[in-house]
């Protein structure tokens, strides 16, 4: 990636101060220049500058990998859920982006939390033995529900105050609340990944900021909004596979209009930020409403797992999928982009008595 720093590119600290001094500080930096302005920036001769361009340009540059290669490095981090592990070949697959999609109250918070425990765990207990990243874009993240789902469905390993101290420590918060300042954590979230020993990355969420930011009625906005996007998606990719680690993201819900529904309707409910950014992602998972405390997670996209359903519902503990098989279904040529997503449309309210206005109980 071009916003790499000029160090990891293997420049020597002299010549990454020296051109600091010209603020040249990343690859993106040096290789805009021209080998006469590298000349005069790094004091180099005009072979020494070029041959410095041809050198970062080399290691920016992505490398050829064979499938035998491709095949060995392949590794999944588990989710703890044995039936969802089962279809996704091991888990949540590393070095590709994962993204969970649904209405609000599904439980998508709650998987990242879920998977940020898990991720802190030592390795002969299914975990990473690593730090968490984790970007929050929704004001949403609850260091409190942390803890209690780390307490509640690992009772044996956090039942000393110390170890629930040191996963807690291990999960690093950035929140940002804009689409500038997301790019911005991610072009420099390389560094970050090294210091803190991240084996694991998540973006809660991916679509909030863009939603709010962007008013695609409005001319020109759609397409600033595809370009940012793809910035988005090519920053996460690039440190998905650079550090051979699982990135989740999370998506909202919106209403596609013009199409035939799952009950003959024109409009139905689907993932947010269109089709094109269903293509950006290698495995999406939505969580939908089943009953009223009931839900579902649909595994509408993956490389390698069928089309299924799994029942789940939201305890103390976190996720809990009901049973051990799956529903496997036909998907009739549906598109993972436009798969129509279950929402909760109403509440039943049960009052053993009437209420007025005024909020006094009628006899």
Same mark, same amino acid.
């Given at each position: ?34 080998a ?42 588990? *989710?703890?859920?044995?039936? !969802? &592990? #089962? $279809?996704? =070949? ?5 070095? %590709? ?31 990473l ?30 039942t ?17 609340? *804009?689409?500038?300042?997301? !790019? &911005? #954590? $991610?072009? =420099? ?5 090294? %210091? ?13 900021v ?5 008013d ?39 209403t ?18 269109g ?8 495995? #999406? $998972? ?23 359903v ?54």
């Amino acid at each position: 990636m071009a916003t790499r720093k000029l160090r990891r590119a293997g420049v020597s600290d002299e010549m990454c101060e020296q051109l600091k001094r010209h603020h040249v500080e990343t690859c993106k930096d040096l290789l805009s220049l021209t080998a006469v302005e590298v000349m005069t920036a790094a004091g180099l001769s005009f072979r020494g500058a070029s041959e410095l361009l041809r050198s970062v340009s080399g290691a920016v540059a992505p490398p050829v990998t064979t499938a035998l290669e491709l095949w060995g490095r392949h590794s999944c981090f588990p *989710t703890s859920l044995p039936a !969802l &592990d #089962r $279809l996704l =070949r091991g888990g949540l697959p590393r070095g %590709s982006l994962t993204e969970v999609a649904g209405p609000s109250g599904c439980g998508k918070t709650q998987m990242c939390l879920m998977l940020s425990v898990l991720a802190t765990l030592p390795e002969s207990e299914g975990g990473l033995d690593a730090g968490v990243i984790y970007i929050d874009t929704e004001a949403a993240f609850s260091a409190e529900r942390l803890v209690e789902i780390a307490r509640s469905r690992f009772p044996e390993r956090f039942t000393c105050k110390e170890r629930v101290l040191q996963m807690a420590g291990r999960v690093h918060l950035f929140r940002e609340l *804009t689409c500038r300042n997301v !790019l &911005d #954590r $991610l072009d =420099r979230l390389e560094e970050d990944i090294i %210091s803190t020993g991240a084996g694991l990355l998540i973006l809660d969420s991916v679509a909030s900021v863009v939603r709010k930011e962007f008013d695609t009625t409005l001319p020109g906005n759609l397409m600033h909004r595809s370009d940012m996007l793809g910035h988005e998606a090519s920053a996460l990719k690039y440190l998905a596979h650079q550090f051979n680690i699982p990135v989740v993201l999370t998506n909202q819900v919106t209403t596609h209009v013009g199409g035939e529904g799952p009950e003959g309707n024109t409009g139905f409910v689907t993932a947010a930020l269109g089709n094109t950014w269903s293509h950006s992602v290698n495995t #999406r $998972l939505i969580v939908q409403y089943a009953e009223s405390r009931r839900r579902q997670i649909l595994i509408a996209k993956s490389p390698v797992a069928p089309f299924a359903v799994l029942n789940y519902t939201i305890e103390t503990q976190g996720i809990c999928i009901d049973g051990e098989d799956a529903q496997e279904a036909s998907y009739e040529g549906t598109d993972p982009g436009l798969q129509p997503i279950r929402v909760q449309t109403e509440f039943n309210c049960n009052l053993t008595k009437p209420v007025d206005l005024t909020g006094q109980t009628q006899q």
